[in-house]
């Protein structure tokens, strides 16, 4: 345990001594109840911002997709795909969670298809929805048993327009059980893999310890005190996938040339997995066309860099920034970040909800960008 602080600490001081340019936080929303709470953003060239309202946490009766257009949410594509329906489940999104746009300007959303108090997935909910801009559904891939377990958590995903016809799905299986994974989608074939499952890349880390606003939290199975899981936030950087369990700090990497490679075997695949280094304990991740790559660190409150070198460099730090969640960079040099307060739900505070709206949206320039 006292390597395991120690860990942590030179962390946060390798941080602390790289913030001297930290950046003012601008908040650009501020999401009040009856909205839920957030956590996937994705933004177009144009600027539009799109966010997502899981339900796998909490199961609103809310949009679950919406546009942000001065100040207000407008459901996107459309109320009958974003409120709870009677329809088949691959009709609506039932808990669309990571977001992401490809090199087209189109929106991709996982839902994973999970509703809190409902046991399972139904067939048809957990899918890779895409969109066009104008919010034509361009691509829908339904994943199905025996890929699907009932324990998946398909949390985030990227989409990779260098392989396959119509492009390829990278998507993290943090998992609501004890086999997290990465799986793989072939959006022209439809073909879905599972690999890396349980491997040491997507794992849990056992005895995990973080601080959660100040407060130290133990990650045990029979008694969760943090948001937990496996491979998690995920990035697509210079043709390899970066991936970083929720419950660790280590961060992977692998070709996307060999990740998209239904032929190869498991067992090249994992041989063909990089470990990165150490990172900041982190939910969501983003990066930029010059191969930083961007994290959540919730520990110190801040948005941090990663160089394409290995340095760390501190953005921001914020109280705010208690549970920074989904993320997003755009190409005019701004980093997004949704603040949905995960941490305060009543499953990690013995029943007790200590989610105080609203829930920001909010972003910081980056002006350390070389």
């Given at each position: 345990m006292k390597k395991k602080i120690a860990s942590?600490?030179?962390?946060?001081?390798?941080?602390?001594?790289?913030?001297?340019?930290?950046?003012?936080?601008?908040?650009?929303?501020r999401i009040?109840?009856?909205?839920?709470?957030?956590s996937g953003i994705a933004i177009t060239p144009d600027g539009r911002i799109f966010l997502g309202f899981p339900r796998h946490a909490d199961n609103h009766n809310g949009c679950a997709l919406a546009e942000l257009k001065d100040g207000q949410l407008v459901p996107f594509p459309n109320k009958e795909m974003t409120y709870p329906?009677?329809?088949?489940?691959?009709?609506?999104?039932?808990s669309p969670h990571g977001m992401t746009t490809d090199g087209n300007g189109n929106i991709w959303v996982i839902d994973d298809g999970?509703?809190?108090?409902?046991d399972g997935i139904p067939e048809?909910?957990?899918?890779?929805?895409?969109?066009?801009?104008?919010?034509?559904?361009?691509?829908?891939?339904?994943?199905?048993?025996?890929?699907?377990?009932?324990?998946?958590?398909?949390?985030?995903?990227?989409?990779?327009?260098?392989?396959?016809?119509?492009?390829?799905?990278?998507?993290?299986?943090?998992?609501?059980?004890?086999?997290?994974?990465?799986?793989?989608?072939?959006?022209?074939?439809?073909?879905?893999?599972?690999?890396?499952?349980?491997?040491?890349?997507?794992?849990?880390?056992?005895g995990y310890v973080a601080f959660l606003e100040g407060k130290a939290r133990v990650y045990r199975p029979d008694n969760v005190t943090l948001p937990s899981g496996g491979a998690n936030g995920v990035a697509l950087v210079k043709g390899r996938l970066y991936w970083t369990p929720?419950?660790?700090?280590?961060?992977?990497?692998?070709?996307?040339?060999?990740?998209?490679?239904?032929?190869?075997?498991?067992?090249v695949l994992e041989k063909a997995v990089r470990y990165e280094g150490d990172r900041p304990a982190c939910d969501g991740l983003a990066e930029d066309k010059v191969g930083n790559i961007y994290f959540s660190a919730y520990e110190q409150m801040a948005l941090v860099k990663r160089t394409p070198d290995g340095q760390f460099e501190t953005l921001t730090q914020n109280p705010l920034l208690g549970w920074p969640d989904g993320m997003f960079y755009t190409n005019d040099g701004y980093l997004y970040v949704t603040l949905g307060q995960w941490n305060r739900l009543p499953g990690f505070n013995k029943g007790k909800d200590l989610r105080k709206p609203p829930y920001i949206v909010a972003r910081i320039r980056d002006i350390l960008q070389k």
């Open positions: 942590i600490i030179c962390v946060a001081c390798l941080l602390a001594a790289r913030s001297i340019f930290a950046q003012q936080l601008e908040i650009v929303a009040t109840p009856p909205a839920p709470d957030m329906s009677d329809r088949p489940y691959n009709e609506w999104l039932v999970k509703r809190a108090g409902i048809g909910a957990a899918k890779v929805v895409g969109f066009s801009p104008d919010g034509e559904i361009i691509a829908s891939v339904v994943i199905k048993s025996p890929i699907l377990r009932q324990d998946m958590h398909l949390n985030d995903l990227r989409i990779d327009l260098k392989h396959g016809e119509k492009g390829t799905a990278y998507i993290t299986n943090s998992s609501f059980g004890t086999t997290p994974s990465l799986l793989v989608v072939d959006i022209a074939t439809r073909n879905t893999r599972e690999v890396l499952a349980n491997h040491y890349s997507t794992a849990i880390q056992q929720i419950t660790g700090r280590g961060l992977y990497s692998i070709s996307t040339d060999s990740l998209s490679d239904f032929t190869l075997l498991e067992s």
